[in-house]
């Protein structure tokens, strides 16, 4: 499932109640929504909310780590950076105080997959919003000054997160472990030594190779009207000339079989940490984005670790003799490939090596019926979970956009949730038990670790 990390929910398009009683039952989700494509590619999608004078306004561009290379990681991070450091007609600087001065918030993420930027503001205020990301989309200055003191912030950020992170640690070594070999084998913040040594020209050329209209999805909801939205956008961003190579560039770095991981199994991990108590990731091959397989993988996750009531939390932090202060389980799905990995934090004075040989063989048992662990109780308990997140994701103006824009930029279709909905009501138990046989019989697994009693990083 696409998730929406980080949304609070506070009521939005929601005009009937779902029940979740029966797992066959079809749902929907009563959206009025416009979308339109430009004569230069850019995908637009429009949603009107009257109730409060507010939007949200988010661009998709389908850039991320995956397209960079060796040398080069980290430039398309170092770039979302750099959109916020001035254009040609709003000059340095005024891009986040113009928008933090009428009362609006601004923010930008970038992922293997894709690079996301987006605000929420005053209703009113969506013609200024506008033309300060049509001018960034086109005339980005990338001064030098701005851009070496960009430098040292991602540079600290990667610090932060990974070598001073000891959560961040492990699960960049995971993803090194797991997509060995593989555009996904690394950082989207990207390597110490591609930081230092990424020049203007690596990341100008990201910028126009990859930062055009027919590379984009523009999604705005809130108290806008639709005919007006569209003339506004179409005065901005029509002008802007589409790329012409950008297609050819992601037909390369498409290559299914790039993403074929070469990872080695069976085997341990050692990081050295400065947490008191070891925190650990056990991980397995996954599933691509958007497959029957990875809907089934997601359920399985849910009902082995999610929440205090789930399998995984019983055996080992609530049994009668609890080895983990915590415990989850975890389905992450790329566009061209996934992983699904255990983690936690291990108690004071319980055996690593006795942890882990026990999460081997209770993930195993998980998939048997003695176990009890896999039942219709907790399917459709996990259906249930699934659709209220679905409905939360859509209750706030910024939720809703970020969920039809990642839908359109992934799969084409903003629509696609319905399918997503369809799959996970279908699910049945016999699939979620064969999964769970195929993913934890199967012995590919990577164990990785980190404490505070290791003297050098093994990887």
Not at 56 to 73: C, M, P, Q, V
Request: overall charge neutral; some cysteine.
């Amino acid at each position: 499932k696409i998730k929406n990390n980080n949304i609070t929910a506070n009521g939005h398009l929601v005009d009937h109640m779902a029940h979740f009683d029966s797992p066959n039952e079809s749902l929907k989700i009563d959206l009025q929504i416009h979308k339109e494509t430009l004569s230069n590619g850019l995908r637009v999608i429009v949603v009107e909310d009257k109730r409060l004078p507010i939007a949200a306004y988010a661009t998709f561009f389908d850039i991320g780590g995956r397209h960079e290379g060796k040398g080069t990681t980290g430039a398309s991070h170092f770039l979302e950076h750099l959109m916020f450091k001035g254009a040609k007609k709003y000059g340095p600087g005024k891009f986040d105080s113009m928008i933090e001065g009428m009362g609006g918030s601004t923010n930008a993420y970038t992922t293997f997959d894709n690079t996301v930027y987006y605000q929420s503001f005053p209703a009113k205020n969506l013609e200024m919003i506008i033309d300060l990301e049509a001018d960034r989309m086109q005339n980005l200055l990338l001064e030098p000054v701005a851009f070496e003191s960009e430098r040292q912030v991602v540079k600290e950020e990667r610090k932060y997160r990974y070598e001073n992170g000891p959560q961040g640690k492990l699960y960049l070594a995971m993803m090194k472990a797991i997509f060995e070999k593989s555009p996904y084998g690394g950082s989207v913040i990207g390597e110490l030594e591609d930081l230092n040594n990424l020049n203007r020209d690596h990341v100008f050329d990201f910028f126009k190779s990859y930062y055009a209209p027919n590379n984009a999805v523009l999604v705005v909801v809130g108290d806008v009207d639709i005919p007006t939205t569209m003339k506004l956008i179409k005065e901005k961003y029509g002008p802007i000339p589409l790329s012409k190579g950008v297609e050819k560039l992601k037909m390369e770095k498409d290559k299914k079989e790039l993403y074929v991981a070469q990872a080695r199994f069976k085997r341990e991990v050692q990081l050295n940490g400065n947490n008191e108590n070891t925190l650990f990731m056990l991980t397995y091959p996954g599933e691509a984005l958007g497959t029957r397989k990875a809907f089934v993988m997601d359920v399985l996750s849910s009902i082995l670790g999610e929440g205090e009531s789930s399998y995984l939390h019983h055996k080992f932090v609530m049994g009668e003799k609890p080895v983990l202060s915590e415990v989850s389980a975890s389905n992450h799905n790329l566009k061209y490939n996934g992983l699904f990995f255990i983690s936690g934090q291990l108690l004071a004075g319980s055996s690593d090596k006795n942890v882990k040989e026990k999460l081997l063989k209770s993930l195993k048992e998980a998939c048997t019926e003695k176990e009890m662990a896999l039942t219709e109780r907790s399917l459709q308990k996990s259906k249930n979970q699934y659709l209220v997140d679905y409905y939360q994701d859509i209750q706030t103006n910024f939720g809703l956009a970020v969920f039809l824009g990642m839908r359109e930029n992934f799969f084409n279709d903003y629509r696609f949730y319905e399918k997503e909905l369809s799959t996970y009501q279908s699910i049945t138990l016999p699939e979620v038990v064969s999964e769970c046989h195929n993913l934890f019989d199967s012995n590919k697994w990577i164990y990785l670790k980190i404490n505070n009693k290791i003297k050098n990083d093994t990887f």
